[in-house]
């Protein structure tokens, strides 16, 4: 069954990147969209962007533009997602998903975790 | 870019039915997806394309559509139904819009 297995939790400190990596399988990699989305404490789920994985375009939440690159590896049917200049308020649980037909897929989450 | 608005809250009975509405400032240009949400986990998709219940989601959960507000109802609300839900659409650039999520109380 299609499955999408994050990296693990971080902790950060302010100003510094984070990459969370999702990897995908049982489903064709490159014919479906991977979305982004985070969750602060409490908070509501927040969409951050995507990339088409068939061609690499990306589009991200001008939220977060200029801070963040989604990329991916299709060898290893794997995207990764780097946000920089960290500050307290991302801390968060990070989501890779996925809608497929009939159904959608999310991570388990990576929580990424930023203090000093 | 647009808003999509649900009420922070609903509360009702077991074995009553409960409705979540989601309000859009314009016509989404994409399908509107519902996903519940209980503590500590990731989000579960009970209804895609508007109207459609993935394999798996109990009968109970069924939407509708009427112009810009879509409306999430739980027939027969059972206490394991107690969650957060999210609606969700996206914009022409397939940028995915949520609600802010409205918290089911079964009392």
């Known amino acids: 069954q299609a499955q999408l297995v994050q990296s693990g939790a971080v902790v950060k400190k302010p100003g510094a990147s984070v990459k969370v990596s999702c990897r995908a399988s049982g489903y064709p990699f490159s014919s479906y969209a991977m979305h982004w989305v985070r969750q602060a404490p409490g908070q509501r789920l927040e969409w951050l962007g995507w990339?088409?994985?068939?061609?690499?375009?990306?589009r991200y939440s001008q939220t977060f533009q200029g801070r963040i690159i989604i990329t991916m590896d299709t060898s290893a049917s794997t995207v990764y997602m780097e946000l920089s200049s960290l500050r307290f308020e991302d801390t968060a649980v990070f989501y890779c998903?996925?809608?497929?037909?009939?159904?959608?897929?999310w991570g388990q989450g990576t929580m990424v975790t930023v203090s000093s | 870019s647009y808003e999509v608005t649900q009420p922070p809250s609903v509360s009702v009975s077991p074995g009553q039915t409960a409705r979540i509405a989601c309000s859009a400032d314009v016509l989404p240009q994409q399908n509107v997806y519902w996903y519940q949400q209980k503590p500590g986990q990731a989000p579960v998709l009970v209804i895609y394309?508007?109207?459609e219940r993935p394999s798996g989601i109990p009968a109970r959960f069924s939407a509708s559509r009427s112009g810009t507000t879509f409306t999430l109802t739980i027939s027969g609300v059972q206490a394991e139904d107690e969650a957060d839900y999210y609606c969700q659409s996206a914009d022409r650039f397939a940028a995915w819009v949520f609600g802010g999520g409205t918290k089911l109380t079964v009392l």
């Open positions: 394309k508007d109207t």
């Open positions: 990339i088409n994985a068939g061609n690499g375009y990306t």
């Open positions: 998903a996925t809608h497929l037909i009939g159904n959608d897929v």
